[in-house]
């Protein structure tokens, strides 16, 4: 699986829109880009994922640039739920591979009051 | 719908002990998956099951085994335990095998002493 690349932490104000990079650059081009959370304590929750195109559900929205190496998830509202690890994870397509998520250290989103 | 169950939630082990955690996943999932998560990491990839049958493994040496029963609940198995093993032990499920979608569980933390 490509290799990631996250900031270790970012801060972010309630109520404005998280944006979360991700640098991808060695992805191939049937891999998929995976957005996990983990909020202290608990186990990893799926986000979202996409090939090529944008992104959106009712959590996130993610952007993925043309060249598709790298990526942008989106928190339109953050709330102070949303303070997490925010894991970018790079997979082949469904089926396509038994062996696992690769998680690195993702990036610690703390929503500020 | 009940998510993914993993029992107990915590345990303290001796070292040279053996450990047995379990794991039952989402009714109709049918891929369950182990990661081990030790503090300040990211959860490592252990075992997939797909239909009782060992379909990916990772990095951990031949201490660590698990095994799918028919109604798809795992175990996994830790022999001979170390200092090392000490982390929290997730548990994933999902629909089918090589879905990235994997729901997680809230993990087993086990100490080792």
């Known amino acids: 699986d490509a290799k990631t690349t996250q900031p270790p932490s970012m801060d972010c104000a309630e109520g404005r829109a998280a944006n979360l990079p991700c640098n991808h650059s060695?992805?191939?081009?049937?891999?998929?880009v995976y957005w996990y959370r983990q909020i202290h304590s608990q186990g990893p929750q799926y986000i979202i994922h996409?090939?090529?195109n944008n992104e959106t559900n009712e959590m996130a929205s993610l952007i993925i640039t043309e060249d598709r190496k790298s990526s942008t998830l989106i928190l339109p509202h953050a709330t102070l739920r949303d303070t997490a690890v925010y894991y970018c994870i790079v997979r082949p397509p469904p089926g396509g591979g038994a062996d696992g998520l690769t998680f690195g250290k993702g990036t610690h989103l703390i929503i500020q009051p | 719908d009940a998510g993914v169950t993993q029992s107990p939630t915590h345990l303290i082990k001796t070292r040279g002990q053996h450990v047995t955690l379990r794991c039952s996943p989402i009714?109709?999932?049918?891929?369950v998956s182990w990661y081990q998560q030790v503090l300040g990491q990211g959860p490592q990839f252990i075992f997939q099951y797909y239909e009782k049958e060992e379909r990916g493994r990772g990095n951990f040496p031949d201490r660590f085994s698990a095994r799918q029963f028919p109604n798809y609940s795992s175990e996994l198995n830790v022999n001979a335990l170390l200092l090392g093993d000490s982390a929290l032990y997730l548990c994933?499920?999902?629909?089918?095998?090589?879905?990235?979608?994997?729901?997680f569980g809230q993990g087993t933390r086990l100490t080792v002493v």
């Open positions: 009714s109709g999932h049918k891929s």
């Open positions: 996409g090939l090529k």
């Open positions: 060695t992805i191939s081009g049937n891999e998929y």
């Open positions: 994933a499920s999902s629909l089918e095998e090589g879905r990235a979608e994997a729901f």
